[in-house]
């Protein structure tokens, strides 16, 4: 720290402080800001593929936001991936259990049965389209929810290995960190649901 | 089923998801940026406490001023003269005290008249019945 001459230069550096710590913080915020806007679409996308429905998987998008944010922001940058996902994968299983606990509450209660996997389906989904512009993107769209089925049908935890090391394009360390386990075991998640999912969509897929 | 079958899957599916995400509609898309505003707006709320200097300086401030104080006070001439004088007006009491000037004299005389009134007073009214 700098020594002053006279107890009133003292002051005056006192009444100004140097803006270092504000400009540290909008730095931060800035790159903190870069990474969710990079991540959000592709993590809302893998939680609809594990829920579904897309008010949920906006929930758990938004839910892990706020954890990253409020938690680990002062970490690292090059651990916010693996943690967000981690946050992410924590945030699907407890809603996939409350929706199991719904599901058996309901079914002893009288009246109609709620099913929340179908409440949120558009019946638009269903109908076909007919338009002759767009079979390729039609067909995309088809391949994509066969897909997604395929996935739904998976143990978790081979769903999680392959949509982190597959479509988020993570590395087996990254994975491992971000499904905390080793990584010997994200490579056999990740070659078994590569197995699973291949006989599952057939040769034709 | 082959490691080129498996490679072609895993670029297919790569393809298609990522061709999803493009496709995600603005309805969804404004509400992920809603979410990011909200989670960055926390983040601001409640910085790591490095970053919270605000919250500190005036603790700082306040602490830092009464050691500048302190120190000043110690090594200030100020002090030296204050502790003198201090020593000077307790020499001047005892003085005062010890002072055997008139004034003083008289007191001590009122004093020695007071206590033979008492001795008198209290001898009458051990005497017997009032006159």
């Known amino acids: 720290m700098a020594r002053f001459d006279t107890l009133n230069s003292a002051w005056m550096v006192w009444d100004n402080p140097a803006p270092a710590p504000e400009g540290a913080v909008l730095e931060y915020t800035r790159e903190l800001e870069k990474f969710l806007a990079d991540i959000e679409r592709r993590a809302f996308r893998v939680a609809q593929v594990a829920l579904r429905d897309p008010d949920d998987a906006l929930d758990v998008v938004q839910d892990a936001m706020l954890k990253l944010t409020r938690s680990y922001a002062s970490r690292p940058s090059a651990e916010w991936r693996p943690l967000f996902y981690r946050i992410l994968e924590n945030g699907i299983r407890d809603l996939q259990r409350r929706r199991t606990v719904r599901k058996r509450v309901m079914a002893w209660l009288p009246g109609p049965k709620e099913d929340p996997d179908n409440e949120a389906q558009d019946p638009l989904e269903n109908v076909a389209d007919s338009s002759p512009a767009i079979p390729e993107k039609l067909m995309q769209a088809q391949a994509m929810q066969q897909l997604e089925e395929s996935l739904r049908a998976l143990p978790a935890r081979q769903r999680e290995a392959f949509m982190l090391r597959n479509f988020e394009g993570m590395d087996v360390a990254e994975t491992a960190s971000a499904m905390a386990c080793s990584e010997g075991s994200v490579k056999t998640h990740y070659s078994r649901a590569v197995h699973a999912l291949r006989e599952q969509l057939g040769e034709v897929w | ?131």
């Open chain 2, 1 to 131: 089923m082959g490691e080129r079958d498996n490679e072609a899957f895993e670029v297919r599916s790569r393809a298609l998801f990522h061709d999803s995400v493009d496709g995600l509609d603005m309805r969804i898309r404004s509400r992920l940026t809603q979410a990011r505003s909200a989670a960055l707006a926390a983040a601001h709320l409640r910085r790591p406490w490095h970053f919270g200097w605000k919250v500190w300086t005036p603790a700082a401030g306040v602490t830092a001023a009464a050691i500048l104080g302190a120190a000043l006070w110690i090594n200030s001439p100020i002090s030296h003269q204050s502790a003198v004088l201090a020593d000077q007006s307790s020499l001047e009491d005892l003085d005062l005290v010890a002072a055997s000037d008139e004034g003083s004299a008289d007191a001590m005389e009122m004093l020695q008249d007071d206590i033979d009134f008492y001795a008198f007073a209290d001898k009458a009214a051990n005497s017997g019945p009032a006159a």
